[in-house]
């Protein structure tokens, strides 16, 4: 029995990847192969365009055969044997990501089924409950995705929804890349997506979806990809690869500004890659904006910033790319409210920053903002911190960890012995250990997002001192192993 998880996407799907095809199962291809067992398709059900379906098709067809002798064998055992699952695509690992099983634990077979309207209305509805976004289907009132965005207020703060793990999903807290892009929360006119990974065909079926494709988008990113160059891009898509101007500068940024018809702003800043894995059973974060209106045109220049100068911080981040492209966005931002934006936002930007340029970025900007608003007691709390990366950090921790990241974090404004920290404590940070690993959702896969060497690690031994574990059963996320980036106080 095959286990694999219907793909969200349906019939939009338009990936070739064969991994993708091990992964996830594709009803509509198998019809199609049955019909068309020479790949010549006439008929193109999710508009992805004859050809591309044709090699998807072909590619299909080659997966399909591997998990139809899977299926033979594993017939042959059941017969005499318990069998022992996890037999697919050569992977013995039971916690690997390939799982169709339910929240009540039944496991779904793969089958043929009528094309009819309910069947449709039922796969849009499968569709947003695994992460996706029904947008076919009306319903009196607001969408449970703009209802959910409104009810996060003040904080507006989420986590994303675990493929594996089906309560994650019934979450207030919860969301997936098509609820950013659900036409309940604005018609979208253009977008921005800023970021380090970008799997092109993954996002354009986000607003595929969505009944967003066509509409402009521009993507700044930061890890080489050839998908990206101009010959291989739709036209409505323009890519920039973001390469500093310094050594050592890499672009990790992670954040989209979309743009309304009625030119209201909305702003994500997030912490997943825009792939698909990142998507899927790892713990991300997410803070997104309330829809920001626009003002008046007779408002008064540099209006519409809030306390926290929101506003400016963001278009003073932007304007340093010095990206024509992106001069749309910030104009769009310049030209609206976003005065009810209750935030900060501190971004980061390589370079030889001195004098008063050193608190407008980074972790001294941050700690600047720590000073003014952390009452006095609270500068005596432990800091604690958790990441996804760790890199080399000297040769003791208070070369950078405790001197340097540790001051910031804990309010330290100068004074005592170099080194020393304001709290009693010493700088704690939260780390998944190789089991961790192993017993995540995707068993050891799920270490690909924790680069840390063992190289690197030999050269601060000093480290496990400071290191605890993940764990994080309030959230239901222990097994989904973090590329979130967080901070505390405790």
Known sequence: MDKRQECCFKEKCYRKNPHHFKEYSHSHLELLLLTFPDFQVDNDPGGIGIQNLREQLKIFADIEKTFTKCDETNDSNDKGKNQNGGAYSGNTNTSNNMSAETSNGTTHKRQSTPDND??????????????????????????????????????????????????????????YMTDLLHPSLGNLKSSLQINFMVELDWLLMNYEVTKNSGKPLVILYGAEDPQLTADNLP??????????????????????????????????????????????????????????????????????????????????????????AVQQFTYAISCCDMSAVN?????????????????????????????????????????????????????????????????SLSCYSGGGAAGALPSPGKVELIY??????????????????????????????????????????????????????????V
């Open 235 to 324: 036209g409505h898509v323009k890519a920039v690869r973001i390469k500093p101007k310094y050594p050592f500068g890499t672009h990790h940024t992670k954040m989209m500004v979309l743009v309304y018809e009625d030119d209201s702003v909305r702003v994500a800043v997030h912490t997943s890659n825009l792939i698909a894995s990142d998507w899927e059973n790892r713990t991300q974060g997410l803070w997104v904006s309330p829809r920001c209106p626009k003002l008046a045109d007779n408002a008064p220049p540099l209006s519409g910033d809030s306390p926290t100068k929101f506003k400016s911080s963001l278009l003073r981040y932007l304007t340093y790319y010095e990206v024509s």
């Open 343 to 407: 935030v900060f936002f501190v971004s980061s930007v390589p370079g030889s920053h001195k004098n008063a340029d050193i608190y407008q970025w980074g972790h001294r900007a941050l700690s600047k903002i720590l000073r003014q608003h952390v009452p006095e007691e609270a500068k005596k709390w432990s800091v604690k911190i958790q990441c996804s990366s760790i890199g080399s950090l000297g040769q003791t921790p208070d070369v950078w960890l405790e001197n340097e990241l540790g001051r």
């Open 118 to 175: 309910e069947q449709r209305k039922r796969q849009k509805i499968e569709a947003k409950e695994e992460g996706g976004s029904s947008v076919g289907i009306s319903r009196p009132g607001k969408s449970k995705v703009l209802q959910k965005i409104e009810d996060s207020a003040p904080f507006y703060y989420f986590l994303n929804k675990v493929k594996d793990n089906p309560d994650t999903h019934k979450s207030s807290h919860s969301i």
């Open 432 to 489: 998944p250990s190789h089991e961790d690993v192993l017993n995540s959702y995707d068993g050891v896969l799920g270490g690909g997002c924790l680069p840390y060497s063992r190289q690197t690690h030999t050269k601060q031994p000093w480290l496990w001192d400071h290191m605890y574990r993940w764990k994080a059963e309030a959230s239901l996320r222990t097994r989904a192993m973090p590329h979130i980036k967080t901070y505390t106080r």
